[in-house]
T-cell receptor, first 114, second 117 residues
Framework: AQSVTQLDSQVPVFEEAPVELRCNYS??????LFWYVQYPNQGLQLLLK??????LVKGINGFEAEFNKSQTSFHLRKPSVHISDTAEYFC????????????FGSGTRLLVRP | DTAVSQTPKYLVTQMGNDKSIKCEQN?????MYWYKQDSKKFLKIMFS???????INETVPNRFSPKSPDKAHLNLHINSLELGDSAVYFC????????????????FGAGSRLTVL
């Protein structure tokens, strides 16, 4: 079974500062990895995904994430955040066998201050 | 047009009542899901249907019963509501077909906030 750990429940940053949201996963098989964003009172929207190939993946809104197999991590980064990036960010994993099931982390709230 | 739409958006009801949440997707996807998001924002899968067939049924009280009349609709009926059922329920869909491989990218609805008093 897979699991996802997001160690930071909240990350406050100032506008235009860089940010990294951490995600570690556990799985005995190869996985697909995802980051979703949830803006207030909305559903989840896909930010980016890692399927295979290049370990650095780019997503929408200037976000990118790097897959590190040896550290079982998939950290999300943005070089300069905006107020509008304030939202809840969820890391998720599914395995290549039972890829129906998407397992989510507990979420990290990114709070961007002016 | 909203890709995945849920109704109602808000639902306030008394303990012991029975209620339903409806979900429809117009993406032509084969698979639909119900997720529960608790007060701490934790998302947990409840059910999944692929072409009207139940494929995921997590440890959920049998007071919760999903129904899929066709592959574009997945409704959630909850009997004898309890305080602990208060949460936001998200419907989602994905193009993944049964037996196929590939990453499962979900499209989510906006959520239905259920409050049990």
């Amino acid at each position: 079974a897979q699991s996802v750990t997001q160690l930071d429940s909240q990350v406050p940053v100032f506008e235009e500062a860089p940010v990294e949201l951490r995600c570690n996963y556990s799985s005995s098989v190869s996985v697909y990895l995802f980051w979703y964003v949830q803006y207030p009172n909305q559903g989840l929207q896909l930010l980016l995904k890692y399927l295979s190939g290049s370990t650095l993946v780019k997503g929408i809104n200037g976000f990118e994430a790097e897959f590190n197999k040896s550290q079982t991590s998939f950290h999300l980064r943005k070089p300069s955040v905006h107020i509008s990036d304030t939202a809840e960010y969820f890391c998720a994993v599914s395995d290549l066998v039972s890829s129906y099931k998407l397992i989510f982390g507990s979420g990290t709230r990114l709070l961007v201050r002016p | 047009d909203t890709a995945v739409s849920q109704t109602p958006k808000y639902l306030v009801t008394q303990m012991g009542n029975d209620k339903s949440i409806k979900c429809e997707q117009n993406l032509g996807h084969d698979t639909m899901y119900w997720y529960k998001q608790d007060s701490k924002k934790f998302l947990k899968i409840m059910f999944s249907y692929n072409n009207k067939e139940l494929i995921i049924n997590e440890t959920v009280p049998n007071r919760f019963s999903p129904k899929s009349p066709d592959k574009a609709h997945l409704n959630l009926h909850i009997n004898s509501l309890e305080l602990g059922d208060s949460a936001v329920y998200f419907c989602a869909s994905s193009p993944l077909r049964g037996g196929s491989s590939g990453a499962n990218v979900l499209t989510f609805g906006a959520g239905s906030r259920l409050t049990v008093l």
